[in-house]
């Protein structure tokens, strides 16, 4: 077996977004942190995105090649025939055509591995590609779902890693009762060094309206249902009384699959009369601004949270956490030494995790600290990559 070293030349990895809408969230930052500081002497990066997105220029500085290839949409036909017509064509574009173009494209390019970033439910055209090809073809997978289609699981099995990101996700596949993958756990990581904040929180501020001693609360994510804001917003309604002056920033874009979700936290701000307080910021690039703004920083996802990047980026910060207790959140926070832990959509619980905080400063400091030495310590992005990396010698040999 040929050691790192016996290789001359860099090994060709082919990287796959799979969003298609070009909505940036956390599989994109941990995409960006892992090929950026791959080790480019023993492997060269390629990185193909479905979708135009904002943080494209992020990875050309970092010396990273991209392209930007579009899933093309399923086709549709109204009528009886036309659905079975349309199903057919569908199935055939996306089991046979399109899978021999991208095998096409991976032995052009000379892809010695294919790194698919989201999970064993999308991507399939690639790894029927990689399968084409006769490329090595691991994947990511970054959830926790209820079930798998069978489609997935079988193309799942023919893989040659999955990635959990986190102990919980792996569990969750025994749960389910679900055999034959090769599961791997490498947890997601953030480089603290490489988390640059340019803005004083009093600039930040400013944008809002908001003077620099008014208490600020504030979490970061996709305006999605399972995400919690709600949860967040109606534990803001209790504590008006206790602190009339407190604000928060929800920080996140709003996916056109959740539009009406969106619509439905403004209402509810309106309705519970914390327009003044509430402050949706809409897609922010300068995020680390934002969270060395706030004094907590909050997680509320409802459904089993199977990471939580942005934990690690308050880690980063010294911010100290207040976090919903479901999926790999504890395996990250540890309750009442680098946060609190409130029960999972319970805003009453939320609430006095919240006002704990608020109340002792000198605690909430503590706190923080703790975090920033266990990232340091747990979630380095030296530990994942090199991990990585590691995985990678042990498939190409």
């Not at 956390?26 to 090929?35: A, D, I, Q, R, T």
């Not at 500081?37 to 193909?48: F, G, I, Q, W």
């Not at 910060?317 to 009442?336: M, W």
């Amino acid at each position: 077996m040929a050691s790192p070293a016996d290789i001359l030349e860099p090994r060709r990895i082919l990287y796959v977004e799979g969003n298609v809408d070009g909505t940036v969230g956390g599989s994109f930052f941990s995409l960006f942190y892992l090929v950026s500081r791959l080790d480019r002497s023993r492997y060269r990066p390629l990185v193909v995105f479905r979708a135009d997105n904002p943080i494209i220029p992020d990875f050309h500085g970092a010396g990273v090649e991209t392209r930007v290839i579009p899933a093309r949409p399923a086709v549709i036909l109204p009528t009886p025939i036309g659905r079975i017509i349309a199903k057919a064509g569908n199935f055939l574009r996306g089991f046979a055509l399109e899978p021999w173009s991208l095998a096409r494209m991976m032995r052009r390019e000379g892809i010695d591995l294919v790194h698919l970033n989201n999970s064993i439910t999308r991507n399939h055209v690639w790894m029927i590609a990689a399968r084409m090809a006769r490329i090595p073809c691991v994947t990511h997978e970054r959830g926790i779902n209820d079930t798998y289609l069978r489609r997935a699981l079988t193309l799942g099995c023919g893989l040659d890693a999955v990635i959990c990101i986190s102990d919980a996700v792996r569990e969750n596949f025994s749960k389910l009762g679900v055999r034959g993958l090769k599961l791997v756990t490498i947890p997601n990581a953030l480089d603290p060094d490489g988390l640059h904040v340019r803005r004083e929180p009093a600039q930040v501020r400013l944008e809002y309206g908001l003077s620099p001693e008014r208490p600020l609360v504030g979490m970061v994510g996709n305006i999605k249902h399972w995400k919690g804001q709600e949860v967040l917003v109606r534990a803001l309604s209790t504590l008006r009384d206790r602190f009339p002056d407190l604000a928060c920033l929800l920080i996140g874009d709003t996916p056109k699959d959740s539009a009406d979700y969106g619509r439905h936290i403004r209402e509810l701000v309106k309705h519970l009369g914390l327009a003044d307080r509430v402050i949706i910021t809409g897609y922010r690039k300068d995020v680390a601004d934002h969270v060395n703004a706030v004094q907590v920083l909050v997680h509320a996802s409802i459904l089993p949270e199977p990471f939580g990047r942005v934990l690690l980026e308050g880690m980063a910060l010294r911010k100290p956490l207040v976090a919903s207790d479901g999926g790999a959140v504890p395996e990250i926070v540890v309750d009442g030494v680098t946060g609190l832990l409130f029960r999972t959509g319970d805003s009453s619980h939320l609430a006095q995790c919240l006002e704990r905080m608020l109340e002792d400063p000198d605690m909430a400091s503590r706190m923080g600290d703790a975090g920033y030495r266990r990232l340091v310590d747990h979630f380095s992005t030296h530990r994942n990559v090199s991990a990585t990396q590691q995985l990678y010698d042990r498939i190409l040999g």
